[in-house]
């Protein structure tokens, strides 16, 4: 059931660059998405959300862009830096869904080299 | 800043045996959470609960596991019979509106 997808397992960029990860989805029901941070050995950690009658969301050097024709969603990370190494995962929320369950892609394993 | 706790870290149980997640979710929310991650896969839904109830189950969610809120503070999934497939970290979440925050998971390893 690939509902959420990221198709790029891993990003390595320059310390200082932009970062861009990539989500997309299947599923129009889906009306939130969240993405997530993860270390080794602990929790996903949230980072950021965007709603779906939102097309751009920002917070500080993290920006969600959400195309909901394309059913397609972006991460960016501007200026990148080497502690946010780590994997991201895109997330999404069914507007039908009064349990808020979420479905998870796969992850994209971000190395930002200093 | 409030955060989701878990409790044991690390178990390690034998095939067959009774295993006891623990997890203490951040005190004004109301929806709680379970989800797995098997290693190299993608991070899954088990169930949610809400007002004292199951909300919401996955087909992963059989009847050999269980959840409970058994005071105003935790929150536990039970798996009675473990299987070398439970073998995860699992992960509690909690929320008050959209956004769910986790809980730094608990390994566990059937043998």
């Known amino acids: 059931d690939q509902q959420v997808k990221q198709n790029s397992p891993s990003l390595s960029v320059q310390e200082g660059r932009i970062s861009i990860l990539n989500c997309d989805y299947t599923?129009?029901?889906?009306?939130?998405f969240l993405w997530y941070k993860k270390y080794p050995a602990e929790g996903p950690t949230f980072l950021i959300s965007?709603?779906?009658?939102?097309d751009k969301n920002e917070d500080g050097r993290f920006t969600v862009f959400l195309n909901k024709s394309a059913k397609h969603l972006s991460l960016h990370i501007v200026p990148s830096q080497p502690g946010d190494s780590a994997v991201y995962f895109c997330a999404a929320k069914r507007g039908s869904s009064n349990t808020g369950k979420l479905i998870f892609g796969q992850g994209t394993t971000l190395q930002v080299k200093p | 800043e409030p955060e989701v706790t878990q409790t044991p870290s690390h178990q390690v149980t034998q095939m067959g045996q009774e295993v006891i997640l623990r997890c203490v979710p951040i005190?004004?929310?109301?929806?709680f959470y379970w989800y797995r991650q098997i290693l190299g896969q993608k991070v899954e839904f088990l169930v949610s609960?809400?007002?004292?109830?199951?909300?919401?189950k996955s087909e992963i969610f059989d009847d050999q596991f269980s959840v409970e809120r058994p005071d105003g503070s935790n929150f536990t999934l039970k798996i009675r019979s473990t299987k070398l497939e439970d073998s995860a970290m699992y992960f509690c979440?909690?929320?008050?509106?959209?956004?769910?925050?986790f809980g730094p998971g608990t390994r566990l390893t059937v043998l």
């Open positions: 005190s004004n929310h109301l929806y």
């Open positions: 599923n129009s029901m889906f009306d939130y």
């Open positions: 965007i709603s779906s009658i939102k």
């Open positions: 609960f809400y007002n004292n109830e199951i909300s919401e």
């Open positions: 979440a909690s929320r008050a509106y959209n956004e769910q925050f």
